[in-house]
């Protein structure tokens, strides 16, 4: 039996959520860039979607298998990896030099959101195999159909980044000195660790 696009469209919106709500790098920078700009979500949601609209089109002409490729996957692991370790280390030795303030993460929230997804090796494998199967699955109602999917999956990361960043900024009166120095080490340490885990996986 043949799936309608508005249903298509509902089960794409619910598993871009389950994907987006997963916990990692994007959490951990939209969490900290929060804490001082309330909005920030957004601008790393539009960040997110600079990289990730190019990626549906690329795969949706057929060129997704190149994400895939063991070369690319390592290539892809290893250099992200770096940056987010780089990323991780800029961001606790600024956390432990100077409280009070978020440092280590570009200073625009979207370059951010430019930065954090493309350099998440998880972020294409991500597209490579279940974002490849929603685009394969939007592809069969043509481009309009593909069109359509984008629309319905961008707003997932928007709304979710979004709340984030709102949650942080209003429950930021709250922190003492202390519990912000340790948000911000959680957060620096989760991209650090991300970071590690991609290097070594690009070896496995």
Same mark, same amino acid.
């Given at each position: 039996?043949?799936?309608?696009?508005?249903?298509?469209?509902?089960?794409?919106?619910?598993?871009?959520?389950?994907?987006?709500?997963?916990?990692?790098?994007?959490?951990?920078?939209?969490?900290?860039?929060?804490?001082?700009?309330?909005?920030?979500?957004?601008?790393?949601?539009?960040?997110?979607?600079?990289?990730?609209?190019?990626?549906?089109?690329?795969?949706?002409?057929?060129?997704?298998?190149?994400?895939? %490729?063991?070369?690319?996957?390592?290539?892809?692991?290893?250099?992200?990896?770096?940056?987010?370790?780089?990323?991780?280390?800029?961001?606790?030795?600024?956390?432990?030099?100077?409280?009070?303030?978020?440092?280590?993460?570009?200073?625009?929230?979207?370059?951010?959101?430019?930065?954090?997804?493309?350099?998440?090796?998880?972020?294409?494998?991500?597209?490579?195999?279940?974002?490849?199967?929603?685009?394969?699955?939007?592809?069969?109602?043509?481009?309009?159909?593909?069109?359509?999917?984008?629309?319905?999956?961008?707003?997932?990361?928007?709304?979710? %980044?979004?709340?984030?960043?709102?949650?942080?900024?209003?429950?930021?009166?709250?922190?003492?000195?202390?519990?912000?120095?340790?948000?911000?080490?959680?957060?620096?340490?989760?991209?650090?660790?991300?970071?590690?885990?991609?290097?070594?996986?690009?070896?496995?």
């Amino acid at each position: 039996m043949e799936t309608s696009l508005g249903l298509f469209l509902l089960s794409a919106a619910g598993i871009s959520l389950t994907g987006v709500m997963l916990p990692g790098p994007m959490t951990a920078a939209t969490i900290a860039k929060g804490y001082g700009d309330k909005h920030a979500g957004v601008w790393i949601a539009a960040g997110h979607a600079v990289i990730e609209i190019p990626l549906i089109a690329i795969i949706y002409f057929g060129f997704g298998h190149f994400i895939s %490729s063991p070369q690319v996957e390592m290539g892809i692991y290893l250099a992200g990896g770096l940056m987010l370790l780089y990323l991780g280390f800029r961001m606790f030795r600024a956390t432990g030099e100077a409280p009070g303030t978020v440092g280590g993460l570009p200073a625009s929230s979207l370059l951010t959101g430019i930065v954090i997804t493309g350099t998440n090796p998880a972020f294409y494998i991500w597209w490579a195999t279940v974002g490849a199967a929603l685009v394969t699955g939007a592809a069969k109602f043509g481009l309009a159909g593909v069109i359509l999917f984008t629309i319905v999956h961008l707003p997932c990361d928007l709304a979710w %980044s979004e709340f984030l960043s709102v949650s942080t900024f209003k429950s930021r009166r709250w922190w003492t000195q202390k519990v912000q120095k340790i948000v911000f080490s959680v957060c620096a340490s989760i991209l650090a660790g991300f970071g590690v885990w991609f290097c070594l996986s690009a070896f496995l």
